[in-house]
């Protein structure tokens, strides 16, 4: 198959086939970041929240296992090949989740909402990925760099279950099994959640979806001649690669990121149809529009620096069990919460 497609053609349609379940997801499970920080903080439906945490569960089990039995080196991943700055994770994590409060969406929540016909979402996906670029390897890449040091290939790979293996002999697959079920208990403890399949269907889904990522690149960097990265689901530097490749196709090729960026468009679309939820829409107010573009551009960097954004560091990061995961996740709640909070209190005459 592989000499048929090429790495890079086989890696964008494992990004596509999970992309198009993120999106469905989304559109028909309503899983959604900002939408599970809402219901928790300001109603009593926590129900959203415990499909994160089921994600995440999922997630953690599934790569644990696929470590254990040798398909899946967890220290090839971005998450665990740099050395961990807890500096620019907090800041990065703040900023992605005040940002997201502001812009009403994630990147893959704007991505979602984009492929349901809400065009405000377009410009949110502009503007993030473009952002994201622009500190990443743009006018700002070097002061980034300067201000938060880039350390690759680290020493001791900068994950949990590396940490209990090397120092007390504990297997992927136990840490694995332990730390995401006890997740499953979290997000199960609830009679609530108990009696909604439809929630825990789609935040098993979505747990899925990441590990499918990382085994799928994973079986094509160990079964391929060309190099290519093992990596899964995250929506900040892909939504500007994904650019790029629209601008630059004949000269550059198809990506896991591109795939997964049009897997989540196509997902969105198709579970908006089948619900009847499919419209135009458009901003009629400029200041919400100024808001939302300022917070896109808050969370491009954000995701940078945080190396990952909701889905990145909150699902794809937890799932290897990344030293940044649960900070950043902590960071980027703390900031939607105070963002949301402004918004709530009268932000808007703020700004």
Known sequence: MLEMLGEANAAALVGLFGGVALGLAARIGRFCTLGAIEDLLYSSDDRRMRMWALAIGT??????????????????????????????????????????????????????????????????????GLSAYFVMSGPLAEARVWLFPVKDNATDPQGISQFLQANYGISPIASGLLIGGAFLA???ASRKMLRSPKHMFWGSVVGLSIVSGWAGTAWIAAHGFAAEPVQTHTFAAPIGDTILYGMTASGTALSFSVGSVMGVLIGAALGSLSKGHFRWE????????????????????????????????????????????????????????????????????VV
């Open 282 to 349: 458009a901003c009629e107010d400029p200041r919400e529009l100024r808001r939302q573009i300022f917070g896109a551009a808050l969370m491009g960097p954000g995701a940078v620096l945080a190396v990952g954004c909701s889905i990145g560091q909150g699902i794809s990061a937890f799932s290897v069990l990344a030293y940044s995961a649960p900070v950043a996740f902590i960071a980027i709640l703390i900031g939607a919460a105070f963002g949301l909070r402004q918004l709530i209190t009268g932000f808007a005459r």
């Open 59 to 128: 997630a953690i089990i599934g790569a644990h296992l696929a470590m254990g039995f040798g398909g899946l080196d967890a220290a090839d991943t971005a998450y665990l090949d740099r050395v961990w700055n807890p500096v620019a994770t907090i800041i990065g994590g703040l900023m992605f989740g005040y940002g997201m409060a502001l812009s009403g969406n994630c990147g893959y929540g704007a991505l979602a909402r984009l492929g349901g016909g809400d065009l405000r979402s377009f410009v949110i996906v502009v503007v993030m």
């Open 186 to 188: 979290l997000a199960l």
